[in-house]
């Protein structure tokens, strides 16, 4: 699987590791394991900086992701999520999620990994 995840519930933070190409499949079924472990309003560091944002060429599909995580925030909050990219095309490609999910989700992205981890400890996570 792409995005592979340790959920560690007494610090209520999760670490996932994204890897190859992910598309929006990929990104669903992250989102849908972080639900059935109760985990969606945990704080998350994603490191992504092997992986390659294979649904960017499809505008339909950045679309289906903020529709899904506009319908997940209504479920439970959302916490906060730093993504750890590796390369500017993925950076452009998380700060227009940013802007499109101001209002439901709070994601930051970030190409220093020190700089993602200080931000993430900065966030309270939702209760």
């Known amino acids: 699987m792409p995005i592979t995840m340790r959920v560690d519930h007494?610090?209520?933070?999760?670490?996932?590791?994204?890897?190859?190409?992910?598309?929006?499949a990929e990104i669903e079924r992250h989102l849908v394991e972080e639900r059935c472990f109760h985990g969606l309003a945990y704080k998350e560091f994603m490191d992504a900086r092997y992986a390659t944002p294979a649904f960017v060429?499809?505008?339909?599909?950045i679309r289906k992701v903020v529709a899904l995580m506009r319908s997940l925030s209504?479920?439970?909050?959302?916490?906060?999520t730093?993504?750890?990219v590796g390369n500017e095309f993925a950076l452009g490609v998380v700060h227009m999620l940013?802007?499109?999910?101001?209002?439901?989700?709070?994601?930051?992205?970030?190409?220093?990994?020190?700089?993602?981890?200080?931000?993430?400890?900065?966030?309270?996570?939702?209760?």
Not at 57 to 61: F, N, Q
């Open 10 to 24: 007494e610090r209520r933070q999760i670490d996932a590791v994204a890897v190859g190409p992910i598309s929006y």
């Open 57 to 61: 060429l499809y505008a339909y599909e």
């Open 74 to 80: 209504k479920e439970s909050k959302l916490g906060p």
């Open 82 to 84: 730093a993504i750890l």
């Open 98 to 127: 940013e802007i499109f999910l101001e209002d439901a989700a709070e994601l930051k992205a970030f190409r220093d990994e020190d700089d993602a981890r200080a931000w993430l400890a900065t966030r309270p996570a939702p209760a």
